[in-house]
């Protein structure tokens, strides 16, 4: 007979997981200010810690060590990402167009609401961690793009690596314009979202042209 859990103690009203989700949310917002302060370089685990004001031993319950920070901060990107293509794809009765637009609006109150990631992309340029996470954060929202590519672009009959290779190269790009904007806003915002929807549509065109 198996017997039953036991109950986990509450402290302030949480459970222990609960405390160490709100901790390992410190460390990667932390992880965020010393890249905004700093740069990515910088990153270390006491640096971090001092930051969110926690102490080491804190870090490795949620962390192996500085580069699984930085793959966890590219990780909920991901998965917020591949979130606004699926929602876009869901739209009842709209174009194509107008899931694009969905969709880059999506993901600009992904990377926009929170300056930090902006930049983390203008200051990280040269961190090999920061770089393999935005490439596979690209490739990872691209992938979901793909799979619904013909709710967003004309694709029958398209190579499947053409469509990939078209829907890294838009994310990638718009990520681009995003912090490019936030370093040089001449646009407003609802006009960065226009241009940044009529770049996402181009970049469909002509896919179920040719093989």
Not at 2 to 30: I, N, V
Not at 103 to 115: F, K, T, W
Not at 169 to 182: E, K, P, S, Y
Not at 198 to 203: E, G, K, Q, S
Request: charged residues 25%; contains cysteine.
């Amino acid at each position: 007979m198996t017997s039953p859990a036991t109950p986990q103690r509450r402290y302030g009203g949480k459970s222990a997981d609960e405390r160490t989700a709100e901790r390992r949310a410190k460390l990667l917002s932390a992880a965020l200010d010393v890249i905004v302060a700093k740069g990515a370089e910088a990153i270390t685990v006491t640096g971090v810690c001092t930051s969110a004001g926690l102490s080491e031993r804190y870090f490795y319950e949620s962390f192996s060590d500085r580069n699984a920070l930085l793959d966890a901060l590219f990780d909920e990107i991901s998965r917020q990402g591949a979130q606004a293509v699926l929602a876009a794809t869901a739209l009842p009765d709209r174009d194509r167009r107008e899931r694009a637009r969905a969709l880059v609006a999506g993901l600009a109150d992904i990377l926009l609401q929170d300056p930090r990631l902006g930049d983390m992309g203008l200051r990280s340029r040269t961190d090999e961690a920061v770089m393999r996470g935005r490439s596979a954060t690209a490739h990872h929202i691209a992938a979901a793009i793909e799979e619904h590519a013909d709710r967003f672009w004309a694709v029958r009959g398209a190579d499947p690596a053409r469509v990939r290779a078209r829907a890294v190269g838009a994310i990638g790009g718009i990520a681009d314009m995003f912090v490019a904007w936030q370093a040089d806003s001449g646009l407003s915002q609802p006009q960065l979202i226009e241009e940044a929807t009529d770049f996402f549509v181009a970049a469909g065109t002509g896919l179920a042209a040719r093989r």
